[in-house]
């Protein structure tokens, strides 16, 4: 499975859930076996372009809005995405994202 994969599956199933639908409303609503469907929220199973159209379509989303819900992803995700931007970061933006988060730590910490 890849990292690709799996984090569209997680974000059906985000979105899914999010709509309180179970996997057999939405592959009803979308034309696709519940088997299928939980194969793809898994990472399992490769969605094509046409079908995950149609899925953003039954849970009321365009492509876009789905694939911007990132901040509601897993801690997990989350952690390794923003590894990811600081790994790429220059040194100056890198000592700015520092200095951000330990200000938003420091202010937590202090409520």
Same mark, same amino acid.
């Given at each position: 499975?890849?990292?690709?994969?799996?984090?569209?599956?997680?974000?059906?199933?985000? +979105? +899914? #859930?999010? #709509?309180?639908?179970?996997?057999?409303?939405?592959?009803?609503?979308?034309?696709?076996?519940? #088997?299928?469907?939980?194969?793809?929220?898994?990472?399992?199973?490769?969605?094509?372009?046409?079908?995950?159209? +149609? =899925?953003?379509?039954?849970?009321?989303?365009?492509?876009?809005?789905?694939?911007?819900?990132?901040?509601?992803?897993?801690?997990?995700?989350?952690?390794?995405?923003?590894?990811?931007?600081?790994?790429?970061?220059?040194?100056?933006?890198?000592?700015?994202?520092?200095?951000?988060? #330990?200000? =938003?730590?420091? +202010?937590?910490?202090?409520?």
């Amino acid at each position: 499975m890849s990292d690709l994969t799996k984090r569209v599956g997680d974000m059906i199933k985000s +979105r +899914r #859930k999010g #709509k309180n639908m179970s996997q057999a409303q939405l592959a009803e609503k979308v034309g696709m076996s519940t #088997k299928y469907l939980g194969e793809v929220e898994r990472g399992e199973g490769n969605i094509s372009i046409e079908k995950l159209e +149609r =899925v953003s379509i039954a849970l009321d989303s365009s492509l876009g809005e789905m694939f911007d819900n990132s901040h509601k992803a897993g801690r997990e995700l989350l952690t390794a995405e923003i590894r990811d931007m600081v790994y790429k970061a220059n040194k100056k933006d890198v000592e700015l994202i520092y200095k951000i988060v #330990k200000s =938003v730590i420091e +202010r937590k910490f202090k409520q």
